[in-house]
C-alpha cells in the first residue's frame, strides 16, 4: 500500500498506508486525519478536500480534469499546487506522497 504523508496547517504530520486505487482523501477520512472535511464523499462537487501537494510530488500527478480544474477556483487560499484530494488515486508510483492541509476548507 502506498505511504502517504499529511501535514496539517499547525505543523503536525500524520502518515497512512491507503490502498491503492483508493483516493489521498479516503486515507485521511479512514485514518481520522483532521483537515479534510469531504463533505460529498468524493464526488468532486464541494471542494472540501482542499490540500496543497507537494511541488516534488506535483508534476508526478496527471493533471486535474475539467471539474476538479472548475473546482479549484472555489478554494480558499489557492496555490499552484492544489488539488482535490479525491482527485488523487494511489499507486505504487505516488508511496510516499506528501500533502499539506490548509488551515480551513469552506
Request: aromatic share 6%; glycine share 10%; proline share 8%.
Amino acid at each position: 500500500m502506498p505511504l502517504v504523508r499529511y501535514v496539517q496547517a499547525n505543523g503536525a504530520e500524520y502518515e497512512a498506508d491507503v490502498p491503492e486505487g483508493a483516493s489521498v482523501m479516503d486515507g485521511a477520512v479512514d485514518n481520522g486525519i483532521d483537515g479534510i472535511i469531504a463533505q460529498c464523499g468524493g464526488a468532486c462537487i464541494c471542494a472540501t478536500c482542499h490540500c496543497y501537494v507537494d511541488p516534488a510530488w506535483f508534476e508526478r500527478l496527471p493533471p486535474p480534469g475539467p471539474t476538479e480544474s472548475e473546482m479549484l477556483g472555489f478554494v480558499l487560499e489557492p496555490r499552484e499546487t492544489s488539488r482535490l484530494a479525491c482527485q488523487i488515486r494511489l499507486t505504487a508510483a505516488l508511496d510516499g506522497l506528501l500533502v499539506e492541509l490548509p488551515a480551513r476548507q469552506f
